[in-house]
């Protein structure tokens, strides 16, 4: 079985840290050392845009070395999202399991986080740029605001700007909090065509399973001649969840209970 999960956004344990399920997740990753053959994170494990590295590893430092140990007993595979494009970017296809895209060719197989085709966190060019997507910008003003003002600046910050037409009130809807699962995404000229047809061009081009993260909406659905499914997320209040991937069947899950939300043959 192949298991992928995405959106974890683990922080500094600062007041901007969304994840808070060390324990739960400590606990699926058990389950996964014991049940799986591969682990794909489908990128955004850690929020770097609002935290340093060396303070999230320190923050989460036993579920980091979970991570890091089960790559001597299963395959594990990591793909860049938008949150963690910096620094790992630098390290794609670099012989360490690296990648903007992961594909399996027997399973038929093609994963990639989602954000290049939101037009709020794609980078201009994936292999070179380091200019910053406007979310990027309003998430480390929110940061700001969280960690030296006040745990809810960003939601009045939100409110504050939702009114304007200028770059920042298009950036506040986007920022690490604010997801395309949500109406205000929508209403400032986000779209979800462009992540349908990217599935569809991938079924186009031999993709048997799709499977996004960035939008924190888990999903598990028949597109054309293809299946589409997105990983969720484990922050958001959300129900943490997970794709299981199997040779004749693809299954969403509950991570905590693993309890099949829904399955799709292959």
Request: glycine share 8%.
């Amino acid at each position: 079985m192949k298991i992928f999960i995405s959106d974890l956004h683990l922080g500094d344990g600062s007041r901007t840290d969304d994840f808070h399920r060390d324990r739960e997740l400590l606990k699926f990753l058990e389950f996964v050392e014991g049940e799986a053959s591969e682990l794909i994170i489908v990128g955004d494990l850690f929020e770097l845009w609002q935290a340093n590295m060396d303070r999230i590893l320190f923050r989460h430092n036993e579920v980091v070395s979970k991570f890091l140990s089960l790559r001597s007993k299963i395959r594990v595979r990591y793909v860049v999202g938008n949150h963690d494009y910096i620094p790992f970017i630098k390290f794609i296809d670099s012989g360490i399991g690296i990648s903007l895209e992961y594909h399996d060719k027997d399973y038929g197989i093609v994963a990639e986080h989602g954000h290049r085709y939101d037009i709020f966190n794609r980078y201009k060019n994936p292999l070179k740029s380091v200019k910053w997507p406007s979310g990027k910008r309003f998430a480390l003003l929110a940061a700001s605001l969280e960690r030296f003002v006040n745990r809810d600046a960003d939601v009045w910050l939100e409110k504050a700007l939702e009114k304007t037409e200028d770059f920042l009130g298009h950036a506040a809807l986007i920022k690490n909090k604010i997801t395309p699962s949500s109406q205000e995404y929508l209403k400032k000229g986000g779209h979800f065509g462009e992540f349908n047809e990217a599935v569809k061009n991938h079924v186009n081009n031999g993709a048997k399973v799709v499977i996004f993260g960035h939008t924190h909406r888990c999903q598990l659905e028949t597109i054309g001649k293809g299946i589409y499914a997105n990983c969720g997320t484990w922050v958001d209040n959300a129900t943490p969840t997970y794709i299981a991937c199997h040779s004749d069947k693809i299954e969403l899950r509950e991570a905590l209970s693993h309890k099949i939300i829904k399955s799709l043959l292959c």
